[in-house]
């Protein structure tokens, strides 16, 4: 069992806080999390699927609504589609399977159409607020699943610069949309893997009873610092702050790309969004 001492100082650049705790196998796999970008072409072994998906069914889900579901892709030519809708980033046609996670209304729909019955609330926003959330709750259910049996994670959020393209790929009714992909497969032991990346350090995030944002620059400027030492160490060309690197992202539209038209997009798939 890894160092949880060494742990922490990989995910925060330094130890953070003092910790009595009973380390364990679970809290090892959360924090060992890194995205993994490069894969064996092995295929998963007989129910590892299922398992995972049986992880994702575990996770908490609003009114036991369980307003989800995910596709998972092995085709490869499936997959090479795929992959050129996502900014074609190799890895996807890499790992043995890619799962497209869905917000899915449809579902609801079908059964209330079913029953004779309207689907009024699936015109206001809160229900695909609901669909997403259990979504990715689920998702990461699933990762901790694959990572705890040796497996590499990585998720893609570029099939939604695609999104009406990707539902055509994969026969999505109304109501069902694509959130982010999911490539799983055994990491390539012959190829450098990523580190564990540094995170915002705790007084950024974690508020005690009110919530408190001037005070967060101390700990930002400080995660400047230790984001630039990442950099150099892994040899990453990137020549600004990490708080450059994010405000610069969202100064323009440049970084949103096909996402900008996410309400347009939501409309065509049936959602009215009032």
């Not at 030519?77 to 790992?95: G, P, T, V, Y």
């Not at 990491?187 to 990346?197: H, R, V």
């Not at 350090?201 to 944002?213: F, I, N, S």
């Not at 996410?262 to 959602?271: A, D, I, K, P, V």
Request: charged share 20%.
């Amino acid at each position: 069992m890894t160092n949880p001492t060494e742990l922490l100082r990989s995910r925060y650049g330094e130890i953070p806080f003092n910790y009595e705790i009973d380390w364990n196998n679970s809290l090892e796999t959360l924090v060992s999390h890194r995205s993994v970008r490069s894969y064996l072409s092995n295929p998963l072994p007989s129910g590892t699927l299922e398992w995972l998906v049986a992880a994702a069914q575990s996770a908490a889900s609003s009114a036991n609504m369980q307003t989800w579901s995910v596709v998972a892709i092995e085709d490869p030519e499936r997959k090479a589609e795929l992959c050129k809708l996502a900014n074609n980033q190799a890895w996807i046609n890499q790992a043995p399977v890619f799962l497209v996670w869905l917000a899915d209304l449809g579902r609801l729909a079908h059964i209330a159409d079913s029953r004779g019955l309207p689907h009024i609330a699936l015109d206001y926003i809160e229900l695909l607020v609901k669909a997403i959330v259990d979504a990715s709750v689920a998702a990461q259910n699933a990762v901790v699943a694959a990572e705890s049996v040796g497996l590499g994670t990585v998720y893609i959020g570029a099939i939604r610069k695609s999104t009406q393209e990707v539902a055509t790929l994969l026969n999505l009714p109304p109501f069902v949309f694509p959130i982010f992909g999911l490539c799983v497969g055994y990491p390539d032991p012959d190829a450098q893997q990523p580190a564990i990346k540094p995170r915002l350090p705790q007084p950024a995030v974690l508020h005690r009873e009110t919530y408190k944002l001037a005070e967060q620059d101390e700990a930002i400027a400080h995660y400047n610092d230790i984001m630039k030492e990442f950099y150099t160490e892994q040899k990453m060309n990137v020549t600004v702050d990490w708080s450059q690197h994010s405000a610069e992202r969202i100064a323009t539209l440049d970084y949103l790309k096909g996402c900008k038209y996410l309400r347009e997009t939501l409309n065509n798939f049936g959602f009215k969004l009032l």
